[in-house]
């Protein structure tokens, strides 16, 4: 068996192998959007992708234009180019550096109220809303979760409803283990053609971690396949899920 590639058991992958992956990949990539966030594809499937998130996705998170929106993992501020000018407030958090300053730079690109914080996404969402501002009426987080160790997550979801106004939306997205658990540890990526580590939980798994959103009042109002987009992975496959108060 190939201890890279670990089926059902819960082992911690190195979050800051994961940090290291993630500000080489911005640092020295021609198209942040492409080598990045969706892998090296064509230009005709990243602009499938974005599409599919701005004109199928967005239209369900309603935003206004006085809606407060976190977007935890916010890599280079893609969903900043979708929201930005035309919400309240956006709130991109990462803990990539060179992530980070891509983001700004998409934020400074589109206009609006907007502010950016390089940390964890664990340690934002165990801010105050003071922190912030003022408390959250969407919160994005979207291919961030596979990245961290179940107790971070877990941390995430207990935090988050002291963040959140009292109504709000979150979108969550993330490819998941279609029967079991997967993990890759240290997985030589063809895509990113370097090591590469990631947990690709069960629906199962990524419920008992939403607990403490519907103990606060959440339920879940969508969740549903995302298009494969020419990918087809035998383990996995990527999800969306809208949690609404």
């Known amino acids: 068996m190939d201890e890279r590639r670990i089926y059902g058991k819960k082992i911690a992958i190195d979050k800051d192998k994961v940090r290291g992956f993630y500000n080489r ?16 594809q064509s230009p005709e499937v990243l602009e499938q992708k974005n599409s599919y998130c701005k004109d199928y996705i967005l239209p369900m998170l ?30 991109g958090v990462d803990f ?40 959250f009426d969407l ?36 490819p998941i283990g279609l029967e079991r658990r997967l993990t890759l540890n240290d ?11 990631a947990i690709y939980r069960t629906h199962e798994e990524y419920d008992v971690f939403f607990d403490p959103l519907l103990k606060s009042g959440f339920s879940v109002a969508k969740r549903e396949p995302m298009p494969k987009f020419g990918e087809n992975y035998a383990d996995t496959a990527r999800y969306y899920t809208i949690l609404r108060r």
């Open 25 to 40: 990949q911005a640092a020295s990539s021609e198209s942040k959007m492409g080598s990045v966030f969706l892998g090296n």
């Open 62 to 91: 309603d935003v206004k234009d006085h809606t407060r929106i976190l977007d935890l993992g916010c890599g280079i501020g893609r969903w900043a180019e979708f929201v930005l000018p035309n919400c309240g407030c956006y709130c």
């Open 96 to 135: 990539s550096e060179e992530m980070i300053r891509a983001a700004e730079q998409t934020c400074n690109s589109q206009g609006g109220s907007f502010q950016l914080h390089c940390m964890s996404v664990v340690d934002a969402a165990a801010q105050d809303a003071a922190f912030y501002g003022s408390t």
């Open 139 to 174: 919160v994005i987080i979207s291919g961030v979760l596979m990245y961290l160790n179940d107790p971070d997550v877990e941390r995430i979801f207990r935090c988050l409803p002291s963040l959140l106004a009292e109504r709000c939306t979150i979108y969550s997205a993330e």
């Open 187 to 197: 997985f030589p990526s063809q895509t990113f053609h370097t090591e590469y580590s």
